[in-house]
């Protein structure tokens, strides 16, 4: 998919959205690391002021790897190519909401490499990005062990 086919707006709502046989909704993840595997590109959660890696919904209408890029653009402003399969990483933190039953999560991420940054994106209006070390970006994830996870699965220098 070209830049120039890319939507500048955000896919929002959940009818597309794929769950697996045990109601969890599956969801595709980058580690977006540069050339050199020395720094990855981290985004600012729009529900809390923490950073996070770029992921989102799997739907119905694209390949899980399709949903990876297209997460990483929407998120980041970024273009990329996948490079590795990290496995799946299930959602272990606690319901947002004690009083209804938590829909977990089931990620798949992947590591790919950044091919270009675009200074406009979908959600650049609302999300900060960052390139950080494996040392910064390790304790800027600390509160999604699911994403530090992610992070130690990929290649990048430790």
């Known amino acids: 998919m070209t830049i120039e086919s890319r939507s500048m707006k955000s896919r929002t709502g959940r009818a597309k959205q ?3 046989e045990a109601g969890e909704r599956l969801v595709a993840g980058v580690v977006p690391l540069n050339n050199s595997k020395t720094q990855v590109l981290l985004v600012r959660s729009t529900e809390r002021s923490g950073w996070i890696l770029p992921k ?3 739907e119905m209408d694209e390949s899980i790897t399709e ?7 929407e998120e980041a402003g970024i273009i990329c190519t ?3 399969d990290l496995g799946q990483i299930k959602d272990n933190r606690p319901p947002k909401h ?3 039953v938590p829909t977990k999560a089931m990620y798949q991420f992947y590591e790919v490499t950044v091919t270009r940054e675009e200074s406009v994106w979908p959600e650049g209006h609302k999300r900060a990005r960052k390139w950080a070390s494996y040392a910064e970006a390790k304790i800027d994830l600390t ?3 699911e994403l530090v996870e992610a992070l130690e ?3 990048i220098r430790k």
Do not use: F
């Open 67 to 73: 949903a990876a890029q297209r997460e990483a653009w």
């Open 153 to 155: 699965r990929s290649t």
């Open 82 to 84: 996948v490079d590795y």
């Open 98 to 100: 004690m009083a209804t």
């Open 56 to 58: 989102g919904g799997w």
């Open 18 to 20: 794929r769950y697996n």
């Open 143 to 145: 509160h999604r062990p």
